[in-house]
């Protein structure tokens, strides 16, 4: 059975950093594309940053030199470092793998003004 698990989120002041971790188990993590997206109350869930098996990266408009998402195959891993947090920033983040459209279930950031 595949799982994906976010951590790391919380409560961050505006300006602050954090870092989000996905981990996948069941299934071998290496050659998926994977990805963060998030989504707030009375919106749709917008792509956040994304990066395939081989290390190519994109991101969303709004998240552009100040996110920064990486990978760990060996851990089975995927980062998300967000840094000078805003307020509207404020989302549930998920965790997905490409390919086969797992889901995790989200991890809550909240950035205070």
């Known amino acids: 059975q595949v799982q994906l698990v976010e951590s790391g989120g919380g409560l961050v002041q505006a300006g602050g950093s954090l870092t989000l ?25 917008s792509m956040v940053a994304t990066i395939t098996a081989g290390g190519d990266t994109n991101y969303g408009d709004s998240v552009k030199r100040r996110f920064t998402i990486s990978r760990d195959n060996a851990k089975n891993t995927v980062y998300l470092q967000m840094n000078s947090l805003k307020p509207e920033d404020t989302a549930v983040y998920y965790c997905h793998m490409f390919y086969y459209g797992y889901w995790g279930k989200g991890t809550l950031v909240t950035v205070s003004s």
């Not at 996948?24 to 050659?31: V, Y």
């Not at 990805?35 to 919106?43: A, E, I, L, M, V």
């Open 21 to 45: 971790s996905c981990a996948a188990s069941g299934t071998i993590f290496g050659f998926n594309t994977m990805g963060w997206y998030r989504q707030s109350p009375g919106k749709q869930r």
